[in-house]
């Protein structure tokens, strides 16, 4: 799923969030990187309160 894109400023790249369903970074890197061209890629790794948070809200 895409969270969102935004365009990084005085330059010609977009930086853009997705959220993975699948298991594996790999194959989803490969298979954006045939569609893009990827200069960067970063985990991000919820932090404790983030999953205390969606666990109250129920939506774990």
Sequence with gaps: DMLSTTEVADTPYHCTR???KSPSVRESIAV???AVE????????P?????FIRAVEGSL
Excluded: G, H, Q, Y
């Design 18 to 20: 997705l959220k993975l």
């Design 32 to 34: 954006a990187n045939e």
């Design 38 to 45: 990827l200069r960067s890629f970063r985990e991000v790794i």
């Design 47 to 51: 932090s404790m309160n983030d999953i």
